[in-house]
């Protein structure tokens, strides 16, 4: 394994794109889950998988034989019989396993661990505590019958206003098991951000927190709650979880939870692709995109995802900070499938010590952590070095995802936080609500580099003549269906929507959005989203590469890039920095910066302009708001181009748009 220390003991803080960080032990390949998987795909096909690549490559190309695989080797279990694993290879409208009938909640209850924790929860004023899975599941089981005896069922719509509590679990299990939808947001949006969302789904039933309590202070939502309930005129029912122990209005969770326990319960049996949850687009720009999911798509995935991808297993415990409204959550709650125990904590990541999400991984004895790239720049900046402050020894996955993470963020986790570790990268997003690459047990982990494309995942990158290409940025393109595709978008009647966000550019294959790379050795590298692409004389520039050279700089802690078509046919590229305190942006740090971007990159690569900012904003789950940035520089009104309801900090835009007041036009 490569040191990541001098013989001084002074830890190294940069390394180069692509250079080795670790390698996993012959032991731990040999235990894998993956390794066990691919013995199982061997002997049903009479085939030889001699390495990730080439199962990969039959994952990709027989999907029939691979899905088939991934339902027999987890013992999925249907109520009828399904006539095809999959009907048709057609993007959009491929149908898979039809005839089936099944529950994702029903999966996540048979694994129930008696005596054991079901999950762990924690909050700014509680140290952890346990909810046991006898408890956990009767309280499904006894919700689930109040909504059924309420008349919800299949297709009705569950609505959510809640912070990351065990509530918000129980109550999406519940109402999947009815056969019901269910969606969320955190209540740290606003009125307007929430109903622009749930208002889309006429919900019958609305679960909802009185209010939530970030960085020390009580926040009360019941103004909030009022509004949107007025705002959803189909509600039958309203729930109410007391997070602050404030008055509220309609049925008390206490009261419900109460209930007997239907030990017999049976789960309503919906078909392979019956609507499960729907998640939202990050909602920039204009409203939100209700991104519908399915039963049999999300279970068959999570499954694969959880165990031959991040190798959890039963007892397991696996720590990701988040809020119900980002698809993290989604990937929390469906871990007991495997029997792996979610941690939750709800409040600020910084408070009331910067370190606190490393206490609750200790004290939870977390094998798997997950955070946002930003979280480790916050890390960086207060100078946290985990592995001097707490004790990690039962972590063994980490996994940076929400953004592009660069060489810096990758060597940290090995030089500050632990030796021995699978640095599972990924990234896909909310609209198949998994990944499209990341981690592979069995696989080194390279600076920079995300180790491969997942399983059953057709990754590309395309050219714009729709040729892959290796070794060269493109557009990432998925070139087979995935059982988590959306099914549609919610109100997207005709389809008109759903085949605009993915399959204009190249008919029949999924366009995602991002700049992509794959390199010889089947590393991936996302370079940043394409639909906020730099074009400069021609040339398309992917944002991530600049970030990445700017940002391994150590006086700069984060940036934002956009280029500017100007009317007169030219073009401006500023760059905007956030600085590392004690630092300021000098003509030094200006010339190093362009010499940098220069040498490593291209001419092209070097920004007009280099401004200091306070803040950069980002979107709630961390993704730098680049096209909202560009729009604001060419004139934009800035109330038009942004919801601060799906922001991370709404006041972020100050020192840009304070830039943006002050040019008069963007001359060189």
Known sequence: ???????????????????????????????????????????????????????????????????????????????????????????????????????????????????????????EQNPLRELSWEEFARQVRVLATYLRDRGIGRGDRVAAY?????????????????????????????????????GQLDPAVLFVADGYRYGGRDFDRRGEVAELVAGLPGLREVVGVPVLGLDQPGTPWDDVAAGPDVPDFAFEQ????????????????????????????????????HVLHHDLRPGDRAFFFTTTGWMMWNFLLTMPLVGAVPVLYDGNPSHPDVDVLWRIAQDGRARLFGASPTFVELMQKAGVVP???????ALDVVMP??????????????????DDLSLATGSGGTDCCTGFVGGVPTLPVHAGE????????????????????????????????????????????????YRASY???????????????????GGCFVRGRSDAVLNRQGVRIGTAEIYRVVEDDPAVLTSLVVNLDLPDGGFFMPLFVVLKPGQQLDDDLIARLRSRLRADCTPRHVPDRIVAVDAIPVTRSGKKMEIPVRRLLLGADLAAIADPDAMADPDAFAGIAEYARTQTDYSL
């Open 1 to 123: 394994m490569p040191h990541l220390h001098s013989a001084t003991g002074a830890r190294r803080t940069s390394v180069a794109e692509g250079e080795l960080l670790w390698t996993p032990s012959p032991e731990r390949v040999a235990g894998a889950q993956l390794t066990e998987f691919t013995r199982f795909a061997e002997e049903r096909t009479g085939r030889t998988f001699p390495d990730y690549a080439a199962l990969w490559a039959w994952s990709t190309t027989e999907l029939e034989g691979f899905w088939q695989a991934v339902w027999d080797y987890f013992d999925v279990r249907s109520s009828a019989p399904y006539t095809a694993v999959l009907e048709e290879r057609v993007m959009p409208g491929a149908r898979w396993f039809p005839g089936a009938r099944l529950n994702l909640a029903e999966h996540v209850l048979r694994s129930e661990r008696p005596g054991e924790p079901a999950l762990l929860f924690a909050d």
């Open 450 to 497: 995300i180790q491969a494309r997942s399983l059953g995942v057709a990754a590309e990158a395309w050219d714009e003549s729709g040729a892959s290409v290796v070794g060269r940025v493109g557009e990432l393109v998925i070139t087979q269906p995935m059982p988590s595709m959306p099914l549609f978008f919610w109100g997207d009647d005709d389809g008109a929507r």
């Open 270 to 305: 919906v078909p392979f692709d019956s609507p499960l949850w729907v998640l939202f687009s990050s909602g920039t720009t204009g409203l939100p995109k209700a991104i519908v999911h399915g039963h049999g798509g999300i279970l068959l995935e999570h499954l694969k995802l």
């Open 387 to 393: 592995r001097e402050r707490f004790d990690l020894s």
């Open 162 to 198: 809640l912070p990351n509590v065990p509530q918000a679990m129980v109550a999406m299990l519940a109402t999947a098991s009815v056969g019901a939808v269910w969606a969320s947001v955190s209540p740290d949006f606003g009125s307007r951000g929430a109903l622009d969302r749930l």
């Open 503 to 521: 399959f204009e550019t190249f008919p029949g294959v999924w366009r995602h959005g991002d700049f992509f790379e794959v390199n010889e050795r």
């Open 401 to 418: 995802a929400g953004s592009p993470v660069g060489p810096a963020v990758s060597v940290w986790f090995y030089a500050d936080v632990k």
